[in-house]
Nanobody, 121 residues
Framework: QVQLVESGGGLVQVGGSLKLSCVASGSIFSINEMGWYRQAPGKQRELVAVISNSGIPNYEDSVNGRFTISRDNAKNTVYLQMNSLKPEDTAVYYC???????????????WGQGTLVTVSS
């Protein structure tokens, strides 16, 4: 069984920084794309950033230049470095991974349980 576990959330002041981590564990044969999404109170979940298995990132416009996504394939881990945080970045942040558990299986998307980031002004 596959698990994704996020860590690194917390309370930070405007302009501060946080680094989120997400580790995928369990029966994993290979991981394709990994990503971070967020959901603010009363809003739909939205894409923050994704990264391909070769390390090519893509960012949502509002975080481009402030956030950096990276991954360590040897550790099945994806990171999100968040700088210059704003109150509107306050949300629960979720990681996901498009992975397959066995050589013959198809890719499926798995989600973490989320970690809360609160930016205070």
């Amino acid at each position: 069984q596959v698990q994704l576990v996020e860590s690194g959330g917390g309370l930070v002041q405007v302009g501060g920084s946080l680094k989120l981590s997400c580790v995928a564990s369990g029966s994993i044969f290979s991981i394709n794309e990994m990503g971070w999404y967020r959901q603010a109170p009363g809003k739909q979940r939205e894409l923050v950033a994704v990264i391909s298995n070769s390390g090519i990132p893509n960012y949502e416009d509002s975080v481009n230049g402030r956030f950096t996504i990276s991954r360590d394939n040897a550790k099945n881990t994806v990171y999100l470095q968040m700088n210059s945080l704003k109150p509107e970045d306050t949300a629960v942040y979720y990681c996901n991974a498009d992975l397959r558990e066995f050589p013959a299986s198809r890719y499926h998307t798995h989600w973490g349980q989320g970690t809360l980031v609160t930016v205070s002004s």
